[in-house]
């Protein structure tokens, strides 16, 4: 069963942009992740926020969390053409993660 | 460390044969996960493992599928037989806890 939900499907920027990318889920959870595929290669862990932290900072990546909604989303700054990617979240509840269906970025030089 | 190791990497076969795919997990990660991926689906779990020990295969869709791991350091996920509908990029995974996953390379699996 999906919990997470990415929105958008897709994006499309011009590298220096920034890129937001949205995830909302069902259920109570004990930390949510994001992570990153490459066409045709595997996932990539990129960050995890633990449900009782708020936001967090990787290098240009910024990923907040708001339990009361439901809600994460994922901030990359200063886009690059090798951001190009699937970006995934995965919420994990004491059990296996459960991956949503993605936002598929385009960055564009 | 090498990463998580699939093999093969590729896999084409005819409906009805046996297909057997591989997995290496990260040496001393205790958690090892099977995953599919489709277009229309998305990444599905299908069973993972803890220290060797199937904990949840409530994802393996029938029982054409099977997955064993006989040791901490080698896992299969087999089909037979395998059908059309099963082409799709399958997915190991490893852990240390039940948090960060590493996943391997996939094994794109085509049924004709």
């Known amino acids: 069963s999906q919990q997470g939900e990415e929105d958008p499907q897709a994006l499309s920027i011009q590298e220096g942009e920034n890129a937001t990318m949205n995830c909302s889920y069902k259920t109570s959870i004990n930390n949510l992740q994001w992570y990153r595929q490459n066409s045709g290669r595997g996932l990539v862990h990129l960050i995890l926020?633990?449900?009782?932290?708020r936001e967090k900072h990787s290098g240009r990546l910024r990923v907040t969390l708001d339990t009361s909604k439901k809600s994460s989303s994922l901030l990359i700054t200063a886009s690059r053409a090798a951001d190009t990617a699937s970006y995934f979240c995965a919420t994990g509840a004491g059990t296996a993660l459960i991956f949503g269906k993605g936002t598929t970025l385009s960055v564009s030089s | 460390d090498a990463g998580v190791i699939q093999s093969p990497r590729h896999e084409v076969t005819e409906m009805g044969q046996e297909v057997t795919l591989r997995c290496k997990p990260i040496?001393?990660?205790?958690?090892l996960f099977w995953y599919r991926q489709t277009m229309m689906r998305g990444l599905e779990l299908l069973i993972y493992f803890n220290n060797n020990v199937p904990i949840d295969d409530s994802g393996m869709p029938e029982d054409r599928f099977s997955a064993k791991m006989p040791n901490a350091s080698f896992s299969t996920l087999k089909i037979q037989p395998s059908e059309p509908r099963d082409s799709a990029v399958y997915f190991c995974a490893s852990s240390p806890t039940q948090e960060t996953q590493y996943f391997g390379p996939g094994t794109r699996l085509l049924v004709l």
């Open positions: 040496s001393g990660h205790d958690y």
């Open positions: 926020i633990r449900s009782n932290e």
